[in-house]
């Protein structure tokens, strides 16, 4: 644990009467990229609002680089990219950089370059009031590659973006991690944190429920595989009679058998010859995975 850029030991937090989080753990190594899921209202939010010292942890304890949450050393070991970001709308990009950057590094960056980075080259003395979200999206991840963050925090960091842009904001988080940056990524996004992430913990009504890789994550739900046979034609019924699968049109059955059971059925399916043309296995998705967790192993 020691090792770790950001530590999270046993944290509660209360509203009230009323426990937010209760008891969370969650370490993010250097380089690491681990995606924050939970529906609206789980506490994704609030933690990352105690990791920014914005509010009081009421229990537990929390280190960024060995600093406490609010404290100056932590605050410059932290970079953080908000759902929604605000600049002043009378700067330019460039200008409004150029002021972030002497706020919070000695060595003044090549400001031209981190623009042109996150696709901002031609819009830099464009006032911010003529920048579209997604544009001030560009603006605020060009703020977390100042420096060399120790813990970069990104609250649903492709809100707005195009899926080019999407494409290009995940290669700039890989290199962030690659530059030894911890990256929590706060997101809705299933499809995109799927594969840009190393690790997905998944808090359920301020609990955490779930903290693995995605593989390892698959094999504790015990979700089943899906196996789409492709038939020759005419051929449906038959298959579906014989693997008590279910004819999905007139050249395709679909069957689910568990992870432990799918070389077994494979060469069953295969020893019905030519009559199969193909077989498709499909795994547990991360949506069934967060549909699992998250609702308690209800799906």
Partial sequence: MTDNALIIRS??????????????????????????????????????KMILGQTSIDGGDISIGGAKPGRTVARAKTAFLPESVNFHPTLTGHEQLTLFASLSVRDLPDIDALLDRVGLAEA????????????????????????????????????????????????IIDELAAQGTAVLIASHALTEVEAQTDRIAILRKGIKVADDTLDNLSRGAGLPTRMRILVQDGQADQIAMATGGTRINGASVELYCDAGQKMQELRRIAAMGDVVADIELTPPRLEDLYRHYSTGGQT
């Fill in 11 to 48: 944290v509660d937090k209360f509203r009230g009467k009323t426990q937010v989080l209760k008891a969370i753990d969650l370490a993010v190594a250097p380089g690491e990229r681990v995606a924050l899921l939970g529906h609206n209202g789980a506490g994704k939010s609030t933690l990352i």
């Fill in 124 to 171: 830099s003395n464009n006032r911010i009031a003529t920048y579209s979200k997604g544009m001030r999206q560009r603006l605020g991840l060009a703020q977390v590659l100042l420096g060399q963050p120790t813990v970069a925090l990104l609250d649903e960091p492709t809100s707005g973006l195009d899926p080019i842009s999407r494409q290009d904001l995940y290669a």
